[in-house]
T-cell receptor
Framework: DQQVKQNSPSLSVQEGRISILNCDYTNSMFDYFLWYKKYPAEGPTFLISISSIKDKNEDGRFTVFLNKSAKHLSLHIVPSQPGDSAVYFCAARIDDKIIFGKGTRLHILP | DVKVTQSSRYLVKRTGEKVFLECVQDMDHENMFWYRQDPGLGLRLIYFSYDVKMKEKGDIPEGYSVSREKKERFSLILESASTNQTSMYLC????????????????FGNGTRLTVT
């Protein structure tokens, strides 16, 4: 039973435009949410996170929004750049355990 | 900068072999994790450890065991490797939730690509 869901396996966005990656979760006990980026043959790298007591966190081109009532979070990347092409994983924490979604592959088109 | 080092980038083993995957972190983190990544399945938690000699099963522990004899080292053991354990294995570490760094992310190693033939 998947607790963290990324329903879009892939997404293509024009360079310079906004990329929006979505994530839904089922467990209301999650208290911390994270986004990771992964290139092939490398480990995931941490991008940005948000505590469950907030609804927005921003870091440079990356913004994460949390809607607790809808159990939904999203990652916005503005403007999208070619180096953003990667797989993005949404993750959520309960106690010390972190659970990941299946990932969304983002393609930035020239 | 946190460094998580996995001893091998690529491994090829035969069915039935006992396989050890080693992971070392240099930031004195309490928590360590083993995940596997498979296409279309994302990252799935195999085991995690929140202290020396302590371990907790993740979502897919069958066929695996772990060892944490020292704080900086967390080993994943495949008792008898099978072809369905061919995967990318990722080790990670983090601060615990009770620490002053309450909300700190997982830091991952570069992964070990294991092929079981």
């Amino acid at each position: 039973d998947q607790q963290v869901k990324q329903n879009s396996p892939s997404l293509s966005v024009q360079e310079g435009r906004i990329s929006i990656l979505n994530c839904d979760y089922t467990n209301s006990m999650f208290d911390y949410f994270l986004w990771y980026k992964k290139y092939p043959a490398e480990g995931p790298t941490f991008l940005i996170s948000i505590s469950s007591i907030k609804d927005k966190n921003e870091d440079g081109r990356f913004t994460v929004f949390l809607n607790k009532s809808a159990k939904h979070l999203s990652l916005h990347i503005v403007p999208s750049q070619p180096g953003d092409s990667a797989v993005y994983f949404c993750a959520a924490r309960i106690d010390d355990k972190i659970i990941f979604g299946k990932g969304t592959r983002l393609h930035i088109l020239p | 900068d946190v460094k998580v080092t996995q001893s091998s980038r690529y491994l090829v083993k035969r069915t039935g072999e006992k396989v050890f995957l080693e992971c070392v972190q240099d930031m004195d983190h309490e928590n360590m994790f083993w995940y596997r990544q498979d296409p279309g399945l994302g990252l799935r938690l195999i085991y995690f450890s929140y202290d020396v000699k302590m371990k907790e099963k993740g979502d897919i522990p069958e066929g695996y065991s772990v060892s944490r004899e020292k704080k900086e080292r967390f080993s994943l053991i495949l008792e008898s490797a099978s072809t369905n354990q061919t995967s990318m294995y990722l080790c990670a570490s983090s601060e615990p939730t009770y620490s002053s760094s309450y909300n700190s992310p997982l830091h991952f190693g570069n992964g070990t690509r294991l092929t079981v033939t």
